[in-house]
């Protein structure tokens, strides 16, 4: 295979071009981009904007903005590309600030859930971990699993059994996919110990019909506190194993429990026992339609809400969500705009930080601002309650969902959005 660098000077590998690109866009992760960065040298500013970074745990705003990071403690070893934050792509919607890129998890048709119905094994569970050492220290759990069903595991070995895996659990060996998922159609639990995060596989068995147990985190998993996410460019703070399993999909196909706890943990395994219908391989993202109209100009009081909204009648430029699907809201201090729109059951939109990051919107929301000062500061746009300052957001690149301060409170752009779909608003179809 020829691999040629764009732009990179005469003797290093490849020549300029000089004409029109042949594609529209350069899907990497970060460790392309430090070879092409190495390779291309100053060229790749060029063609920056044509990058895509496949993220797999998401890159804030205050890791990405070089200046910033270094300059107030956010430099890892990751981040500090200076790129627009949208330009990171993430299969789980970790932050706003970047690009949910999405998954794929498979849609049976009727024929294949009356199928799955009628060979559902009652007693059934798979362990979430091909690895040996993600079985170590779990034996009370699977213990207390094992009162209950039959346990079934994926543990890759050569030559002799793993002792981590305890002898009443069957152990089929890492399987080919087809064969996982044929094992999956008839578990009726599938279970995971905290480790991977955020992997596929717990979609993949929701998808087929099984429960998806996971541990909670507390206090949650971080940069701050846990060696896995330390230097990584985030400050997300992981609540259970599958975040976005446990926020938009949630009982009764996914259940978060406190595996310190084997009393909570064995009622839940009763529970899942006893209810028959948690493994219909149904649909769990029943589709919700709906929109709000809005009156008065421009930003203005949402009926029966305490949220704020753009009039419809109000002049904007061209945008994308539609500016229907704002919701403006303030955080709470010490509160991430990620937080707060998921309290109101909504997520914070990065692309309406232009629309308000302004004084009307701080007047509308009725903040008392002694003084208003544009900065550069990831929190803002934000407020002080104790001291009614304001500032508004300097540098576009550090807008950020993510962001959260205890001396702040943020203003906050959400969105709605559709159950299943939260990449879409309700009213972008």
Sequence with gaps: MEVRFLGVPPGRGSCPLTGPLPFDLIYTDYHGLQQMKQHMGLSLKKHKCRIRVIDTFGTEPAYNHEE??????????????NLNARQYMTMFPHTPDNSFMGFVSEELNNTEKRSIQLNKVRNMAVVYGKEASMWKGKERFLQILHRYMEVHGTVYYETQRPPEVPAFVKNHGLLPQHELQTLLRKAKLFIGFGFPYEGPAPLEAIANGCVFLQPSFRPPHSSLN??????????REVSSQHPYAEQYIGPPHVMTVDFNNSD????????IMRTQDFCNPEDPFPPTNGSQAWQGNP?????????????????????????SALRLLVSAEGQSCVEACSRAALVCEPAFFRFINNKEALVRLEVQCEAVESEVNHIFPAFSVQRRECGLQKEPLLFSCAGHSPKYRRVCPCRDFRRGQVALCRDCL
């Design 68 to 81: 910033y990071a270094t300059l107030h403690g956010y430099r890892t070893n990751w981040g500090y590309w």
């Design 226 to 235: 846990h060696e896995f996410f330390r230097g990584k460019p985030t400050s």
């Design 264 to 271: 909570e943990f064995e009622s839940t395994v009763r529970e």
């Design 299 to 323: 930003f203005v009081r949402l009926p029966n809400a305490t949220l704020l909204g753009w009039a419809p009648n109000a002049s904007a430029p061209p945008s994308w969500p539609p500016l």
